[in-house]
């Protein structure tokens, strides 16, 4: 589909396959690549389809479906997520692979992108068909993985101990302890100091950057948090620290409002106590509809949930001046259009929540030279790394007169591109 003739209104209908492509399209012209560099970026280089047998705890036997999908190795071996999701399909593993390319070139993170999936709901499964679940999958796509090929790592509804889980069955078929095929392990098995924080770090650190860009002091600016899960709760922990006044947060619920500021060990004691929820805590108000959080006037907000919640139905009521992505995919590229015009300074998810993929990049670096590093050597090489990242796409952005997120695609593809030439493909 040309470009052209894709209306914004048109994009927010199409499947994220279809959208990553005109992403490309789009940033790609606007930089002035070659029709052929844009036909390779728009289509992942491999995807392997698998199934394979699990035996259930009654006895029985279930098939699995899952997916790998490896974007380009022109920059290094491919690097993302397995998520293990009942709405996995083959489209969203390869427009998920062709982001995670994006992100680790926008932070000059020597990886393509990969990413997989496996098609099942783990909450309806125990601990040990999980286990022979994690290992079956990664037996199935073990020829197409490795330390120097691709490199998979926690996602949705993995974690740790599912990384742990396929490591030892990768190491066992190999014959030798290969912590470097995954990462997002546990510290016990080759696991980065700092990695369980490095989303939200390097979300706090972009924010950072922005405000001193809009010369706003952080000291006492007001924050929004949408999602109290693994990234916004330590985003909201790490800008509290900074000085900022976390106003608003939300999960699933509701959402919850104090304007002089919430008192956040009292929230994350509400969250983690299986009897009470957020909407518990006694000095806020509940908003009727927590969807407002995402319309409160404040200075940052932080959609850390859900994607597709800012779109051309509340983005005009947008207040904040700065939004940071620090989950995937949360604004409509409809939405993204509304925000560039009334001036919102929006960090987009492939910079804002990068932190995750560098420091993945700083475990594997660890696991091949068997050398670990501090938490405090940890944070600062990821501070550098969001901080040069950030300032790259804000000096194209200031340039080319364009949104943060044309600005970083274009960093990306350009980096990509050099690669691909350099290798002489084309
Ligand atoms: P999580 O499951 O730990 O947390 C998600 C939170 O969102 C939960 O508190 C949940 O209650 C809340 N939530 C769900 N639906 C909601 C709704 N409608 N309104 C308000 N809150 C809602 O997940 P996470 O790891 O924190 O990931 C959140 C987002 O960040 C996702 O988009 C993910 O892709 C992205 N992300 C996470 C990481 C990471 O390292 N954790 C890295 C990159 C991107």
């Known amino acids: 589909m040309p470009v052209s003739t894709v209306t914004s209104d048109k994009l927010e209908s ?62 290094g071996p491919t690097k993302g997520g397995i998520r293990f999701h009942p709405d996995v399909t083959m489209d969203e593993v390869k427009a998920l692979s062709m982001w995670m390319s994006f992100k680790c070139a926008v932070t000059d993170v020597p990886y393509g992108g990969g990413k997989g999936g496996v098609i099942c709901d783990p909450r309806k499964l125990s601990k040990g068909e999980i286990e022979r679940v994690s290992r079956g999958f990664i037996e199935a796509i073990a020829d197409i993985v490795g ?35 995954i990462t997002g392990k546990p510290l016990s098995l080759g696991g980065s100091k700092g990695r369980n924080e490095a989303t939200a770090r ?73 009897n009470s929820k957020i909407t518990d805590l006694s ?29 051309r139905k509340n983005a005009d009521r947008i207040q904040a001046k700065v939004v940071a992505e620090a989950a995937n995919g949360p604004t409509t590229p409809k939405a993204d259009e509304v925000l560039f015009k009334k001036g919102v300074h929006l960090i987009p998810d492939i910079l804002a929540n990068a932190g995750g993929v560098i420091v993945s990049y700083f475990e594997w670096v660890q696991n091949l030279m068997h050398y670990y590093w501090t938490e405090e050597e940890v944070n600062s090489k990821l501070k550098e790394k969001i901080v040069r990242s950030y300032n790259e796409v804000y000096d194209l952005a200031q340039k080319e007169n364009t949104d943060l997120r044309t600005a970083a695609y274009m960093v990306a593809i350009k980096r990509i591109t050099e690669a691909i030439e350099a290798r002489g493909w084309i």
């Open 147 to 181: 330390p120097e090929k691709d490199i998979p790592a926690p996602d949705v509804y993995t974690n740790a101990q599912t990384m742990g889980w396929m490591m030892d069955t990768y190491s066992r078929m190999k014959g030798k302890f290969s912590p470097g095929v």
């Open 283 to 311: 000095d806020a108000q509940v908003l009727e509809n927590p969807e407002e959080i995402l319309e409160l006037d404040v200075d940052i907000l932080v959609p850390a949930a859900l994607e597709n919640v800012i779109t």
């Open 14 to 75: 199409l499947n994220p396959y279809e959208i990553v492509q005109i992403q490309i399209d789009q940033a790609g012209k606007k930089l002035g690549v070659s029709e052929d560099i844009l036909n390779i970026l728009k289509k992942p280089k491999r995807v392997l389809s698998v199934s394979f047998p699990v035996k259930m705890d009654d006895g029985s036997i279930r098939v699995f479906e899952g997916f790998r999908s490896q974007h380009t190795d022109a920059m």
């Open 202 to 274: 390097g979300c706090a650190f972009a924010i950072e950057q922005a405000m001193e860009k809009l010369n706003k002091p952080l000291q006492g600016a007001t924050v929004a948090v949408q999602g109290f899960g693994n990234a916004g709760r330590i985003v909201a922990d790490l800008l509290a620290e900074k000085g900022c006044k976390i106003v608003a947060v939300s999960d699933t619920s509701g959402a919850i409002y104090q304007k002089d500021g919430l008192n956040l060990d009292e929230v994350k004691k509400l969250k983690d106590d299986k």
